[in-house]
């Protein structure tokens, strides 16, 4: 009897897959929040996705973000351990340090302020001397031209006592410096004259302002007033003033600049012949003389020299 094959039919039974235990999604490189793999942006942070569709770039962009997670994590880890760090130990340290240091700039500051506001209250407004009056003050930064000082001496010919002599570039606060000086001394009716303006005898230095006091027709008059000076004012000496203009030999003095003084030629009588060829001697001394000879021959000259 002819046995028919026999055929064992097995069926193998899958049991359905969980599709949602296999799937996996990436992370976002910032902020580790799934993103799909086609996606460019996420939607947590908004990142850029780069290189989505690049499997070589997915990988290493998911390397590198888990390594920068571990080491975020290991740096916490670490801070929460050891505590503040050195550096900002040193800073809360030397916070009071500066406090202190600000406060006493402050005072330093405030203390040179107030010396520098005194000093400037105390300074006196100057005065630039123009006119020669004798309550301005003359200003050492600005230099100005000397101006010749009036005299006082009202009498064409007469006496008085020299009390001393200033220097003709001096201005008239400090003619009245030296003359209120001569007043505390005990003299009485005090003045400048100006040599321009009148002959004094004996001579003084050439070009000074003389100090003197009273005003005497008479020699003798003269002589009693110095006798009662002589004890405050061992140098005083009587001398004879007689204007320019009263010998005949200059004008009277009208106006008087830095160039030398105009005077009037009314009234003037020529030179004799003796007094041209006095003042061509003393012309042809003065040429001649050099360096700081020339300079020295010009001291002591008169008034006025006349040459032919």
């Keep these: 009897m002819e046995q028919m094959p026999t055929t064992t039919e097995f069926s193998v039974q899958t049991p359905p897959s969980d599709s949602s235990a296999h799937e996996s999604y990436e992370t976002c490189e910032q902020c580790n929040a799934p993103v799909d793999s086609t996606q460019r ?10 290189h989505v569709y690049d499997p070589a770039a997915r990988f290493i962009s998911s390397a590198t973000s888990r390594t920068r997670s571990a080491a975020r994590a290991a740096r916490a880890t670490s801070g929460r351990q050891r505590g503040p760090g050195l550096g900002t130990a040193l800073v ?20 040179e302020d107030s010396k520098l506001l005194a000093a400037l209250r105390a300074q006196k407004p100057e005065v630039v001397n123009v006119g020669g009056g004798a309550s301005a003050a003359s200003s050492s930064s600005t230099p100005s031209t000397p101006v010749s000082l009036s005299s006082d001496f009202s009498l064409s010919g007469a006496y008085a006592v020299e009390l001393g002599t200033i220097s ?29 303006d009148f002959t004094v005898t004996p001579n003084p230095p050439s070009g000074d302002y003389v100090i003197y006091s009273g005003q005497y027709k008479t020699r003798g008059a003269a002589q009693s007033a110095l006798a009662k000076l002589k004890k405050a004012f ?45 003042g ?29």
């Design 168 to 196: 003709g570039s001096s201005t008239q606060s400090a003619a009245s410096a030296a003359e209120n000086a001569d007043r505390a001394k005990g003299a009485t009716a005090v003045g400048l004259i100006n040599q321009s």
């Design 92 to 111: 809360l340290a030397l916070i009071p340090l500066a406090v202190v240091l600000g406060l006493l700039l402050g005072r330093s500051g405030s203390g």
């Design 41 to 50: 942006y996420c939607v947590v942070c908004g990142a850029h996705r780069k």
């Design 234 to 278: 061992p140098k005083a000496v009587v001398i004879s003033v007689a204007a320019v203009g009263a010998s005949g030999q200059q004008g009277a003095a009208l106006s008087t600049t830095k160039y030398g003084t105009f005077r009037s030629v009314v009234g003037v009588k020529p030179p004799s012949h003796a007094q041209l060829n006095q």
């Design 280 to 308: 061509a001697a003393v012309t042809r001394q003065v040429a001649s003389e050099i360096n700081n000879n020339y300079v020295q021959s010009q001291k002591g000259l008169p008034n006025q020299i006349s040459v032919p």
